[in-house]
Structure formats: structure tokens, C-alpha cells
């Protein structure tokens, strides 16, 4: 398929995704051209930038209101048009079409305005069809020839244009000055983003997590055949190819965490320790009748935390992987928070951000400072957190200037409570009047104390946040340093449990292996905040469907599931919503990492090590945003 062929296509594109949705509309041929041209749009940019063009402009269009000009204006309209079709009949030229109907009053209402009338135009108007071959006099041209249809296609463009323009003015206006941002529009599921398809030949070809970075995509996955084991895998999305990263299988869960610019962190997990002991079996039935901890994750369990820089021009290279963190995690000691010793990773541009648990159960944030080859250069703890609270959701403008995280803790009812904390580069003053140079020194305050403030995601130089409380101020609890802590909890373990939980959302890697964390789960009010230095603090509410959980955060977007699964997405630098429409339904993961989403869809055959492969494929989906990015992985 060539660009032409395809850029005739990509006016019906949306017709096309509808088909491939309904079984009904589905056939062969409709199959096999959506198909060739997904597979046109991966590798031609320019057709992609026309698609992006198209649904940047239907997006805007639908949000605008159906409304009525005002009478005025139509007449006025009609004037211009009929006193212009006046003028090209006086041309007088052959085979010269009678006016349309609804231009038929106003032509003679224009006629009799002019003081002489010109025999021709009085003679097109009778309704006696076309006019003969009639030589009138030569005239002095004003202007060029403009056939008739272009002179109604002028004047209509105008008025389009004047109402789409004003239209547009007042929108943004009042956008910025309610404070909020209009819901997307629903009709029949419109989709603005591009799937793409991956299917890859592997023996480990059960899927558990996978993040997209630039051209390649790293996943984790185990083989239930021969040999069985775990692995790190590189797919190239050109060759459709993978690659292992490791010298050999391994015998633990390995899932990844994150990646950007080919710099992959990911965690051994092994599985619980059998504990057989009286007292362990009475915890864990005391715990499993409770959702604040899952009796699948009891237990003592070894883990490491893994970072290596990988080269995808190199096809065969194996990774050379650095232990940044290793320990014992004991679920007993997190008051049931948290299923795991890492509850969040971040990359910088020079930099990760690390929040994990120590032997202890006790929650720090990590700076990791990376050399420009990528390597770990050192390492500084940014922040400690009391014993019964976790620090989670670490994220941070790409430059690390500023640092957010929450804070988590559960109050003596089993309620979820949690804060954000900052720590900002702050511009010093000087103290006394002399000589002073310019300098900034990070300090650390808290960002929200309002106990209902999850899951912070900067994208590029704007704020997200999920809040709890639909009460919401609107404006940051605190805008000084201070050195005050969140309250400290009190013991939960016993306690019934009273969070706005959405326990059914997709997570973003496969549940069987790595359930969703609390804070992921939680159900809450979407805010975002500019981060840009002309803001007034004050957060704006994105007018979701319903309440929002699954926030997660790429390089321009922010994607979140809706109380009812369905999937909602912003983005941040054009503040507008795109439409995912169904593209998501059906998928076992999504992971959001960079400019794109990745997901694997569920499968019916249930999770296990048999010796009998049910697949040598492995199978990935996947969209970036926007359609024209190259941007490689989280920024």
C-alpha cells in the first residue's frame, strides 16, 4: 500500500475500526485493508502526522456544541451569496444553471435593490432552466473567473471558519476560567490512537509484563515447557524478533518495573517461603478474609532489584545487570499496605528514583545518579518515612527539580490515608544586602496534607493526582518547607476495611503473578495542577465520567480506568482528552511507559508450568501517543 492509497483510506479510518469492533460489520477483505494499513502507518510518518491531523481536528469538532446561528446571520449569509450569484450571472455564460431554491427569494430581493437590471440575471431568474447560448457584450474583468460552486464554497468556508474560530475562542476561555476541562465526547467509540500488533516466536512465550521503549519492547515471561524458567526479553518492533537478555533462565518471577532510553530496572521476586507453623496459618486465614491483604502474597519472599543498560544495535548482546537493592520482604510488617518491597521506580533525565522497603519494613526514597553512559554513578536517600507509613508513586519533572511523592499509612478503621510530599530546588535569598550569587538548595515539604491525595504523576510541567475527597480546595495544603510529618497510623491489621477500592480495574502487570498495590486500586477525583512558573497553585479537575483509578503516567499523557473499566486518557501539552475508545478491552495488562501503552490480552488457558507448550508465540499489543512521536521511553 502506497501513501496515496493509504491517505484515501485514513477518511474512512474510524468507519474501518468500528467494522473490525462489531462481528457483524466484520468481513475478510475489510480485515486485510485495516490490516495493511496499520501496517502502512508503523512505518510511514507522514501518513500517521495526516491521521493525527484528522482526529485532532473531528476531536475538537465533536466537543463543540450543537448550536443554531442566530437568524441575523443566516440572512446576512444568504444576502452575500445571493448578490455573488448575481454577479456570475451577468457573465453570462452558456449552460448557466438556475439558482438553488433556497437562494431564489433573496436573488429577487437583490434584484430589486439594483437600480438597473441587467436583462440576463432577470431572465436566469424565471424558472425556465438553463439559459440558451447568448452572446452578451465583452466586459472589463474586475477579478478572475470563479465557477459557482466555488463562490458558495468561499462564502461557506467564512462562515465556518468565523464559527469554528469564535466557537474555539469561548471554549478556552471558559475553560481556563471555570477551572476544569470539558469531558470527552462518546460517540459510538470514536478510537485516536493506532494499535499495533506484535507477535513474536519464543518459548517463553507467557507474557507478565512488558514496558515500550522507542523502537524495541522489553517483556518478562516464563515458559511452561522444556526448559522451564524466566526471562528477560528484547523485542525488535521493525523484525518483529526477540531476543533474550539473560544468560540463563531463571527460576523466580522477574517483572518489569520500568525503562527509558534503553536503561531496563526490574525485580526478582521469588515466591512465598512455606511457612507450616501454627501461627503463620492462623495470620493468613485472619488476613484473607480481609482485600488489605491478599492471601496469595503471604508469606516471607526474597527479592532483588536489577538496573542494566541494554544496546538493541547490538541484536545478540546480553545484559550485564547491577543489584541496586536486595532483602527478605515480610508482609506482616507493612500493616498489609503493600504486596512488595519496591512500591514505585521513576526515571530522570540523569537519574532514578527508587521507592522500596529495608529488611525492616520500614519505606525510603532513593536517588540513584546515573553517568551519561547510563552506568550508576552513586546513590543519596532523599526521604524516610515513620514505621506503619510507605512512600509510593514516586514521579518528578525530567530534570529532578521537582521530586514528588505519597506517603501512605491506615488509620485504626482499616481507612487508606495518604499525603504528597516535594522536595524542589528553592531559590535561596540573599540574607544580608552585599554580595549574593544566585543559587538553589532542595528542600522538602508537603505538597498535599490532606490524607485523601493518591497517586502523583507529573507529565512533562503539569501535575496529576487522584484525590478521594470530591470536597476538594483546589489549592496545594502547604506552599513553605516544613518539617512535619503525616500523622503516624495506628494498628490496622484486624481492622475491616473501608476503602474506595475498584478491585475489578486491569493492572499493569499480570495479577496472577504481581497484584496491583492499594494505592493503585483506589477510586478518586482526577486533578492536575501546571507546574510552569506563571501558575497560581490553584489544581483543576478533569471532568471524568465517573471516578478514576489505574493513573498511570507516559512522556505527553495520562491513561486511568473509569469506575465502569472503561479506559479515559489526557493529554497533557495539547489539554485535551483522547479517545481510546475499545482498543483496550480484553487486555490481561496495560503498562504505560514513555509515549506509549503495552498490554498483552487474556488468554483462556489459565497460568501454569506445564510441560506441554500451548503456544510457541508470544503475542503483544501496543499504541504510542502521539502518532508522530520518536520519544524513547519514560522521561
Known amino acids: ?170 471554549l478556552l476561555l471558559a475553560q481556563h476560567s471555570s477551572g476544569s476541562i470539558p469531558p470527552p465526547a462518546a460517540i459510538n467509540h470514536p478510537t485516536n490512537v493506532v494499535m499495533m500488533r506484535y507477535t513474536t516466536a519464543t518459548i517463553y512465550h507467557n507474557v507478565v509484563s512488558a514496558v515500550a521503549d522507542g523502537n524495541v519492547v522489553y517483556y518478562s515471561a516464563f515458559s511452561d515447557g522444556t526448559p522451564a524458567g524466566w526471562m528477560l526479553l528484547r523485542l525488535d518492533r521493525q523484525t518483529q524478533l526477540s531476543q533474550p537478555l539473560l544468560t540463563n533462565a531463571q527460576s523466580s518471577p522477574l517483572i518489569i518495573l520500568g525503562s527509558s532510553h534503553n536503561r531496563l530496572v526490574w525485580l526478582q521476586y521469588d515466591p512465598p517461603a512455606v511457612d507450616a507453623s501454627a501461627t503463620s496459618s492462623a495470620k493468613k486465614a485472619q488476613h484473607s478474609s480481609s482485600p488489605v491483604r491478599d492471601s496469595a502474597i503471604e508469606g516471607l519472599r526474597a527479592w532483588k532489584l536489577f538496573y542494566a543498560v541494554d544496546n538493541p544495535q547490538a541484536s545478540a548482546a546480553l545484559l550485564h545487570p547491577q543489584l541496586l537493592l536486595s532483602g527478605i520482604f515480610n508482609p506482616e510488617l507493612v500493616a498489609g499496605i503493600v504486596h512488595t518491597p519496591v512500591p514505585g521506580i521513576w526515571f530522570l533525565q540523569n537519574g532514578l528514583l527508587v521507592a522500596a522497603l529495608d529488611q525492616h519494613g520500614l519505606s525510603h526514597l532513593w536517588l540513584y545518579s546515573l553517568q551519561e553512559n547510563g552506568q550508576i554513578d552513586s546513590r543519596s536517600t532523599l526521604a524516610s518515612a515513620p514505621a506503619g507509613h510507605v512512600y509510593t508513586s514516586p514521579t518528578a519533572t525530567s530534570d529532578g527539580s521537582r521530586i514528588f511523592w505519597a506517603d501512605e499509612w491506615l488509620d485504626n478503621t482499616g481507612l487508606l490515608h495518604s499525603n504528597i510530599w516535594t522536595r524542589q530546588e528553592v531559590e535561596l535569598i540573599a540574607p544580608t544586602p552585599g554580595r549574593w550569587l544566585p543559587h538553589t538548595q532542595p528542600q522538602t515539604w508537603l505538597f498535599r496534607a490532606d490524607g485523601t491525595s493518591f497517586r502523583p504523576v507529573v507529565v512533562g510541567h503539569t501535575f496529576f493526582m487522584l484525590n478521594t475527597n470530591d470536597g476538594l480546595d483546589g489549592t496545594s495544603a502547604l506552599a513553605t518547607p516544613t518539617p512535619v510529618a503525616s500523622p503516624s497510623p495506628q494498628p490496622a491489621q484486624a481492622a475491616e476495611s473501608n476503602l474506595p477500592l475498584n478491585p475489578s480495574v486491569t493492572p499493569w502487570a499480570n495479577a496472577s503473578i504481581y497484584p496491583p498495590s492499594l494505592d493503585f486500586l483506589i477510586s478518586g477525583s482526577l486533578y492536575m495542577l501546571s507546574l510552569e512558573p506563571t501558575s497560581d497553585g490553584t489544581f483543576s479537575q478533569l471532568n471524568t465520567i465517573s471516578h478514576v483509578s489505574a493513573l498511570q503516567g507516559g512522556t505527553t499523557f495520562v491513561l486511568w480506568q473509569d469506575d465502569n473499566n472503561t479506559y479515559g486518557m489526557f493529554d497533557a501539552e495539547s489539554n485535551s482528552f483522547v479517545q481510546v475508545g475499545s482498543v483496550l478491552n480484553g487486555a490481561a495488562f496495560v503498562a504505560v511507559n514513555g509515549n506509549s501503552a503495552v498490554w498483552s490480552e487474556v488468554t483462556n488457558s489459565p497460568v501454569s508450568r506445564s510441560p506441554v507448550a500451548t503456544s510457541p508465540l508470544a503475542q503483544l499489543r501496543m499504541f504510542s501517543w502521539p502518532l508522530t512521536s520518536s520519544s524513547n521511553g519514560r522521561e
Do not use: W
Open 1 to 170: 500500500m502506497n501513501c496515496t492509497e493509504a491517505r484515501v483510506l485514513l477518511a474512512i479510518y474510524r468507519d474501518l475500526k468500528e467494522a473490525e469492533a462489531q462481528p457483524s460489520l466484520q468481513d475478510e477483505e475489510t480485515q486485510a485493508t485495516l490490516k495493511e494499513l496499520e501496517q502502512h502507518l508503523e512505518s510511514c510518518p507522514g501518513c500517521r502526522q495526516t491521521l493525527a491531523d484528522f482526529t485532532l481536528v473531528g476531536t475538537r469538532l465533536q466537543r463543540l456544541p450543537a448550536i443554531e446561528p442566530p437568524p441575523e446571520m443566516r440572512e446576512r449569509l444568504m444576502r452575500a451569496l445571493a448578490a455573488e450569484h448575481a454577479r456570475f450571472l451577468k457573465r453570462g455564460l452558456p449552460g448557466t444553471p438556475p439558482p438553488p431554491d433556497f437562494l431564489k427569494p433573496y436573488m429577487q430581493e437583490h434584484l430589486k435593490q439594483e437600480r438597473g437590471r441587467d436583462p440576463l440575471a432577470t431572465l436566469s431568474t424565471a424558472e425556465t432552466g438553463p439559459l440558451p447560448l447568448i452572446q452578451a457584450p465583452r466586459r472589463v474583468r474586475r477579478r478572475p473567473h470563479m465557477p459557482q460552486l466555488a463562490a458558495l464554497a468561499v462564502a461557506a468556508t467564512f462562515l465556518l471558519a468565523l464559527l469554528t474560530g469564535g466557537l474555539t475562542s469561548v
